[in-house]
């Protein structure tokens, strides 16, 4: 066991006051002997299935699922010792669902397989992900179903939301924050009803933005009224220019303007769904708007010359300009879900 001393002191050490004074941990470095055996233990039997073969406590990977499986542990045992001793045997029974839990976000669950299968996913373990979508393929087609049936026939969101939880090779997956406090469905139950609601709403913006626009969208130019036939020809330059101006622009910028304008998200909701500073998508927009005065103002430039002569039909009213810019992202919106 001495061997195993170095891995105490790392995961045991900010914890040696309380756990030295638990039942069963008076000799307290054979105590920790016991606990990183019993984890040992867990961490073999429920990788095994989860993952398609069991880590042992010499792999890379196991430092990681030790770390967690302690944590959910930890965690439980100390909510029930409270400010006196507890049994962590008998704590590990409650979370591990094999007796009777009083609390009820614990209940008929098992804590200990909830940290592990986290654990195998956040690894990027391929049968762990096969697994997790298995273990809630129930639930999110229940809460699909009762969002929008179109939902549960297309899992692009559901897609995207794993992503966001597994993690990437530049980002850190959701579900890191998932110590098992609480029973994973309901965490999870919780999580997928509020992308669902939000992906509800986008779909219902969607299907308004393809049914008021895609009718008659060659004849946009054409049919779009104007009072006079110079305030007509200003708005198809302006338009131009605004092409001209998306297309120069990084996607990131051209995705904030999107939503912006046309979903017309708040900037705190596009600063969130991007993953930018709540400053950030405004600081965007006015980017936009300056790529598009630049192109007007261009000394040399063919649009510079007309404008000078039908600004006013445009600037009167800066409502204009924002209208103008809208109705083109929304037009390449539309070829883009067409093609």
């Known amino acids: 066991m001495q061997s195993n001393l170095p891995i105490y002191a790392e995961l045991f050490a900010a914890d040696e006051e309380w756990l030295s004074r638990q039942q069963g941990m008076s000799n307290f470095h054979r105590g920790c002997s016991e606990l990183v055996g019993q984890m040992n233990e867990w961490i073999k039997e429920y990788t095994a299935d989860i993952c398609g073969r069991s880590v042992d406590e010499d792999t890379a990977e196991h430092a990681g699922y030790l ?19 507890a049994d962590g045997h008998d704590t590990a029974a409650k979370i591990r669902g094999k007796v009777p839990a009083a609390d009820k976000d614990k209940a008929g669950s098992d804590l200990i397989h909830d940290v592990i299968l986290v654990e195998a996913v956040l690894q990027g373990n391929d049968s ?10 129930d639930l999110v087609n229940r809460l699909a179903a009762r969002s929008d049936p179109s939902l549960n026939s297309d899992r692009s969101w559901w897609q995207d939301k794993k992503s966001d939880l ?14 098992g406090t609480g029973n994973l ?3 999870m139950s919780f999580v997928i009803k509020r992308d669902l609601a939000r992906a509800s709403v986008r779909l219902q913006r969607e299907r308004e933005r393809l049914e008021r626009y895609g009718k008659d969208l060659a004849g946009l130019d054409d049919s779009t009224p104007a009072t006079d036939a110079a305030t007509r020809d200003c708005h198809s330059l302006y338009r131009n220019a605004c092409r001209e101006a998306l297309d120069d622009s ?7 303007a999107k939503l912006l304008l046309v979903e017309r998200l708040k900037p705190t909701e596009v600063a969130a769904a991007l993953e930018i500073h709540t400053a950030t998508p405004n600081r965007i927009l006015k980017r936009v708007f300056g790529r598009i005065r630049d192109i007007i103002c261009q000394p040399n ?11 006013e039909h445009l600037f009167g009213n800066c409502e204009t300009a924002v209208r103008l810019l809208r109705e083109v992202i929304e037009e390449d919106y539309v070829e883009e879900a067409r093609s």
């Open 301 to 311: 430039g063919t649009l510079s010359s007309v404008f000078r002569d039908c600004g």
């Open 250 to 256: 990084p996607a990131s910028d051209r995705a904030a």
């Open 128 to 137: 762990a992900i096969i697994y997790f979508d298995r273990f809630h393929n």
């Open 67 to 85: 770390r967690r499986v302690w944590g959910c542990w930890r965690h439980n045992w100390k909510k029930a010792a409270g400010d006196g001793t």
């Open 185 to 187: 469905l309901k965490y």
């Open 166 to 179: 597994f993690g990437t090779p530049t980002k850190a997956g959701q579900l890191r924050g998932f110590v």
